[in-house]
């Protein structure tokens, strides 16, 4: 039986968490896919991640449509989420964030590569999705199906996708593994423009390192920066095995 309870307690935890790692600010947000209906999603009313609690927690169709309780005005962009659950049927979990970091990669002509073993589940086919070419001048949010699902579309099998001007996109098996995957995300973008910034030929991790490290990060991997992050911001730390619910993530 699905523990809706902790589920929703550890979509809580992650928004704490990813503001707290500086990959979240005042805005951004994560979802996970409803574990009984996986043509719903559940994500916050629109609220700063740093104070969100489970009663802003709303449940969605892919749509954006709302189902049941309403305890605020949701998202504008939860079409992002929407979009790609159903492009990505073994999608479980989405960010999306304004990591300041990543955001410079996505508005020059530096690719984002992995240069840390940590990071190597970002992959090394990192693309920019520019709105403005099929949408022309917005205001660069995806506030409705037809932009949410080009910009799944240009995600394709990615992890991760950039947005010109705006910030990126992170999808995972597991609501843990696309939280560790976002944090990792703004870590390597920070390093490589340090590493850039000192000069000379950045050596970036292989295809075949990328596809080792990614196959061999197990589940204790995730739960050990999960149990610190938990620490950090004072929320409670489960296990995952111990989750009711967790499963249906199949991370």
Known sequence: MVDMTAIREELVTANRILANERVLD????????????????IMSRA???????AGDLMEFTL??????????????????HGA?????????????NHSPSVIPFG??????????????????????????HRFGDTNLLVTNMEMGRDLACALGSRTVSLMRGHG????????????????????NADLQMKA????????FLSDGE??????????????????????????????????VGEGYARS
């Open 196 to 203: 850039i910034a000192m000069g000379g030929e950045i050596t």
């Open 168 to 187: 990126c996109v992170v999808v995972g098996k597991s609501l843990r593994e696309v939280v560790f995957t976002s944090i990792y995300l703004e870590i």
């Open 210 to 243: 990328i596809d080792r490290i990614t196959r061999g990060r197990a589940g204790f991997t995730l739960e050990r920066g999960w149990e610190n992050w938990c620490q950090r911001v004072g929320r409670p730390y489960i296990p995952q095995e111990l989750t």
């Open 63 to 80: 749509e954006g449509r709302i189902v049941g309780a309403e305890p605020g005005k949701p998202y504008s962009e939860r079409f992002i």
């Open 47 to 53: 609220r700063a991640p740093q104070i969100i609690e």
């Open 107 to 132: 508005v020059t002509g530096t690719k984002l590569r992995p240069l840390m073993h940590m990071s190597g589940p970002i992959g090394n086919d990192i693309n920019i999705w520019d709105c403005r």
């Open 84 to 96: 790609i659950y159903e492009a990505r049927p073994e999608v479980m979990a989405v960010v999306h």
């Open 26 to 41: 005042s805005f951004g947000h994560v979802s996970i896919r409803h574990p009984v209906r996986p043509d719903h999603f």
